[in-house]
């Protein structure tokens, strides 16, 4: 049994995206603050509640609390099944994270779907009331890579979820060249084919999905950096260095 239960954030971690604080619907969150996530009623917080953790896409959330049954229980027991505030469910949020954008086709070819894909998008979304916000972020190292949980190249998240369930990857010339190393990158499965860069339907279909019918939040898995990320990181500092040395 919980004697107590709240969020504590790990600010190192934290890329103040706002989702937490925004997600709450107990005040929990000082909401002013926002992009900030600033805890100012943990008494407010729900036992083994897990919302605002599920939503965070960095691994920034944990609890103090006894977290006894809590992979079972991963929202709230409040009797409002921590459901989103009508502001937070009005917002999308979008991250694409890749390894380059200047030589690599398949993230730069995502990112065009990407943007092709939103343009069609926004109007409508916005509406019908939507507020859609998309960040891109360049996983330029290893640390940075962790901090965010990326797990492939190229990953993209709608309110924190990523838009692919599982990680399919191929040999990536681009991100091998970058890297002096091989390189595996990301493939896209949809309606029984497997594509680099995802065609215009299967993204459209998973942001539309993820705002009008999100799937459930699962419990958070232990991240550790890919040995694929891991090998590409250690290639890219390997040939910057043999670069600077050279006379
Ligand atoms: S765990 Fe639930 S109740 Fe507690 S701060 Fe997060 S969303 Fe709010
Ligand atoms: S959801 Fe995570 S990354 Fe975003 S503001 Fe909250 S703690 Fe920070």
């Known amino acids: 049994m919980a004697v107590k239960w709240?969020?504590?954030?790990?600010?190192?971690?934290?890329?103040?995206?706002?989702?937490?604080?925004?997600?709450?619907?107990h005040g929990v969150y000082d909401k002013s603050k926002s992009p900030t996530p600033v805890v100012v009623n943990p008494d407010s917080c729900?036992?083994?509640?897990?919302?605002?953790?599920?939503?965070?896409s960095v691994g920034a959330i944990s609890y103090v609390g006894d977290d006894a049954?809590?992979?079972?229980?991963?929202?709230?027991?409040?009797?409002c099944s921590c459901k989103a505030t009508e502001e937070s469910k009005k917002e999308v949020k979008i991250d694409y994270l890749y390894l380059d954008l200047k030589t690599c086709d398949r993230c730069v070819g995502t990112d065009q779907i990407?943007?092709?894909?939103?343009?069609?998008?926004?109007?409508?979304?916005?509406?019908?009331?939507?507020?859609?916000?998309l960040r891109k972020t360049e996983m330029t190292t290893a640390e940075l890579a962790e901090k965010y949980r990326f797990i492939s190249s190229p990953t993209i998240f709608v309110n924190g979820r990523d838009i692919c369930g599982e990680v399919q990857e191929n040999t990536c010339s681009c991100c091998g060249a970058i890297s002096g190393t091989d390189t595996n990158c990301r493939?896209?499965?949809?309606?029984?084919?497997?594509?680099?860069?995802?065609p215009k339907e299967m993204l459209a279909e998973a942001v539309l999905r993820e705002v009008f019918a999100p799937a459930q939040d699962s419990a958070r898995t232990e991240y550790r950096l890919p040995e694929n990320?891991?090998?590409?990181?250690?290639?890219?500092?390997?040939?910057?260095?043999?670069?600077?040395?050279?006379?």
Do not use: M, W
């Open 187 to 198: 493939t896209f499965s949809y309606n029984g084919s497997v594509y680099e860069v995802p």
């Open 6 to 25: 709240y969020p504590v954030i790990d600010y190192v971690a934290c890329v103040e995206c706002g989702t937490c604080s925004n997600f709450c619907p």
């Open 69 to 79: 049954g809590s992979s079972a229980q991963s929202s709230c027991g409040c009797g």
């Open 229 to 247: 990320l891991r090998r590409f990181y250690d290639g890219k500092e390997t040939k910057k260095n043999a670069g600077s040395s050279c006379c």
């Open 114 to 133: 990407l943007e092709e894909v939103l343009t069609l998008l926004r109007p409508a979304l916005e509406l019908a009331g939507y507020k859609v916000e």
């Open 46 to 56: 729900i036992d083994h509640c897990h919302g605002c953790q599920n939503r965070c």
